[in-house]
T-cell receptor, first 116, second 116 residues
Framework: DAGVIQSPRHEVTEMGQEVTLRCKPISGHDYLFWYRQTMMRGLELLIYFNNNVPIDDSGMPEDRFSAKMPNASFSTLKIQPSEPRDSAVYFC??????????????FGEGSRLTVL | AQTVTQSQPEMSVQEAETVTLSCTYDTSESDYYLFWYKQPPSRQMILVIRQEAYKQQNATENRFSVNFQKAAKSFSLKISDSQLGDAAMYFCAYRSRYSGNTPLVFGKGTRLSVIA
């Protein structure tokens, strides 16, 4: 399996622009997580999905952030409008519940966002 | 809510020596997973070792081992015969087993440097 695939790997944009981050989870995984990593706050959970349904979005910082999972193989995290304080590395991770669940999360390589 | 604390922001070790990274957590639950993840400069989070709380035996993976003290809510990682490739950020993480749906809660991380 190719693992969790995220794009873009790097994104530089200007304040006020829309940013869309993409994620393809591991095939067969039914949980998908979006995390944000900053030096100050470490790894923060933004939102997670089960079978394409958002379960907990309490970590989403504000209304400028939205996430969707239209099908089992694709998810987006959108920031509109973006602000400099959104600069961070955004990770997508997936997991398989059930007998194959070892508790482990499988991470993508992250998308580094810089908002000027 | 569960919390994970890593009290050492940075550590260093001489190549071939042994180093121990500390982690404590707070929970009222009795059944859970604990993990150590490694994040090299490439950014991707890689699972190093996992421990199930109901198992008294400390987990071991080659040069990596843990000291799991359930009563003290402590979960330290020992790296033996340190290698240059061990240099990375190390994150301790907790996950409840009760609901089956819970995401990982991460500590702030410890940056490990390996000195040749």
């Amino acid at each position: 399996d190719a693992g969790v695939i995220q794009s873009p790997r790097h994104e530089v944009t200007e304040m006020g622009q829309e940013v869309t981050l993409r994620c393809k989870p591991i095939s067969g995984h039914d949980y998908l997580f979006w995390y944000r990593q900053t030096m100050m706050r470490g790894l923060e959970l933004l939102i997670y999905f089960n079978n394409n349904v958002p379960i907990d979005d309490s970590g989403m910082p504000e209304d400028r952030f939205s996430a969707k999972m239209p099908n089992a193989s694709f998810s987006t995290l959108k920031i509109q409008p973006s602000e400099p304080r959104d600069s961070a590395v955004y990770f997508c991770a997936s997991r398989n519940k059930g007998l194959a669940d070892t508790g482990e999360l499988f991470f993508g390589e992250g998308s580094r966002l810089t908002v000027l | 809510a569960q919390t994970v604390t890593q009290s050492q922001p940075e550590m260093s070790v001489q190549e071939a020596e042994t180093v121990t990274l500390s982690c404590t957590y707070d929970t009222s639950e009795s059944d859970y997973y604990l993990f150590w993840y490694k994040q090299p400069p490439s950014r991707q989070m890689i699972l190093v070792i996992r421990q199930e709380a109901y198992k008294q035996q400390n987990a071991t993976e080659n040069r990596f081992s843990v000291n799991f003290q359930k009563a003290a809510k402590s979960f330290s990682l020992k790296i033996s015969d340190s290698q240059l490739g061990d240099a990375a950020m190390y994150f301790c993480a907790y996950r409840s087993r009760y609901s089956g749906n819970t995401p990982l809660v991460f500590g702030k991380g410890t940056r490990l440097s390996v000195i040749a």
